[in-house]
């Protein structure tokens, strides 16, 4: 048997990672004290921005923990240690709040950045996997790390570390949202882009407004609302009194009463109190009535303004925004 025969196949590699990675997190949420408590603290009642440090594979953490906090509501930038020395420390402020990673506590790239912080007292959280280590006694709040196997064997590669400090980031960001109220709404100000801006896109930014409504009273003859339907393109009308919606014209509503159609009027002819959206709902939730109720067009009243009717949604929008 070649030594190759005696070595564990991937899979088993790999579950054993995860499991050592997912046993290193449970212990993290365990160690959790007063400490995490004081940092989320800190961070809310930052005047000025959050400073997120880290060497290697730590600064790559301290990156995307950085970007989480921003996207969050929580103005925050990565400032790299190396750089740090050489001019960087002016992105430093009184006002900001730190937050230093480093497994070991010693990088020797911090040394600058921790004692700038202590020069000019900008509170400084400390996050390592040593109790004793320089950056957790120069922190105002420290974090320890459990005292777990990194998920080689060796011990030596920075991977069930840097998974603990990357879901430690995310505890931070997830409970300072929740200590802001952080809405969908506030969100999507910070995401307009991409599949997941199109998902919290509102319902206002995506309907139509004005002229090209499709709108007649109720005593406009059908001939005339057949020709708004037909003219306006979206297969429906709106009837309305003192610009507020009473009642809808579908083609379901015209299929049932074709007998005499044309000597009706709209009012004979509508569906009354028909549903409608807000243009602050996000156009997911509106889609998702369009499908429940089978139907095609929302329209849309602002119920800030006495529910008066302002727009009119067409599922077409929502799918070619991506929505759905």
């Not at 103005?75 to 709040?97: K, Y």
């Not at 730190?98 to 040394?111: H, R």
């Not at 109790?131 to 060796?154: G, Y």
Request: hydrophobic residues 45%.
């Amino acid at each position: 048997m070649t030594d190759a025969n005696l070595k564990p196949d991937a899979l088993t590699v790999g579950r054993r990672v995860i499991a050592r990675e997912a046993e290193a997190l449970a212990m993290l949420g365990t160690s959790l004290n007063g400490g995490f408590g004081e940092a989320v603290e800190l961070l809310l009642n930052a005047k000025g921005r959050v400073i997120v440090c880290g060497m290697g594979k730590s600064g790559h953490i301290a990156r995307k923990i950085a970007a989480t906090f921003a996207s969050t509501g929580t103005p925050a930038h990565f400032v790299h240690p190396a750089e740090a020395s050489h001019g960087d420390l002016g992105m430093m402020a009184q006002g900001d709040v730190t937050l230093v990673l480093s497994n070991s506590g010693e990088t020797p790239e911090l040394a600058d950045v921790i004692a700038y912080t202590r020069r000019f007292q900008i509170p400084m959280i400390g996050v390592a996997g040593k109790a004793n280590s320089t950056l957790l006694k120069q922190s105002d709040v420290s974090i320890l790390l459990p005292d777990v196997q990194e998920a080689c064997d060796q011990g030596i590669v920075p991977t069930t570390s840097t998974t603990m400090t990357l879901a430690l980031g995310d505890a931070l960001a997830i409970a300072l949202m929740e200590r802001r109220d952080f809405t969908p709404e506030n969100f999507r100000d910070f995401h307009p882009g991409g599949k997941l801006g199109a998902r919290l896109s509102k319902v206002g930014d995506l309907m139509h407004i004005g002229d090209e409504l499709p709108l007649v009273t109720p005593d406009t003859p059908m001939s005339e609302a057949l020709l708004v339907i037909s003219q306006k393109g979206f297969g429906v009308a709106g009837v309305v009194i003192d610009h507020k919606l009473v009642g809808v014209i579908t083609d379901g509503d015209l299929r049932r009463h074709m007998q005499g159609l044309l000597d009706m009027k709209a009012a004979d002819v509508m569906t009354k109190d028909p549903q409608t959206a807000s243009p602050q709902v996000l156009a997911e939730q509106a889609l998702a009535i369009m499908n429940e109720r089978k139907i095609t067009t929302l329209f849309v009243s602002d119920p800030s303004n006495g529910d008066t009717l302002c727009g009119v949604l067409h599922i077409h929008d929502c799918l070619r925004a991506g929505v759905g």
